[in-house]
């Protein structure tokens, strides 16, 4: 089998399982890496909706074959949907990450008052 991936810059989807800390191609399990660079801050509620929504995205795929295309079409849908979490403010940038790019925009600053 050969391993199928997506890669985004805060999403990597792969066809394979984790089997010490190797990736191990598989033809029935996904493996979802949220932002692996570590450039967004996250709480579990934020981290467990995008889990939830790649869940729907997969399913939403039902019967039809897993393929490239289709596994790099769940990734861009993830990588919007973590940039409207970002746009709500339900995660922010980890201004401490080892790079900062501000990829989905400026990050937000409240005016300092006085």
């Not at 598989?26 to 981290?47: A, I, R």
Request: with cysteine.
């Amino acid at each position: 089998m050969t391993l199928l991936k997506s890669t985004t810059r805060h999403i990597h989807i792969f066809t394979a399982e984790v089997q010490n800390n190797e990736l191990v191609p598989s033809e029935k399990v996904l493996t979802l890496d949220v932002d692996p660079d570590n450039e967004l801050n996250w709480d579990d509620d934020s981290l467990q909706k995008v889990y939830r929504k790649f869940d729907e995205l997969v399913e939403s795929c039902g019967s039809t074959p897993l393929t490239e295309y289709n596994l790099r079409r769940i990734g861009s849908d993830l990588e919007h949907f973590v940039r409207s979490l970002l746009n709500k403010g339900e995660v922010s940038y980890n201004l401490n990450s080892r790079v900062l790019n501000y990829s989905m925009g400026l990050p937000q600053v409240n005016p300092e008052n006085g």
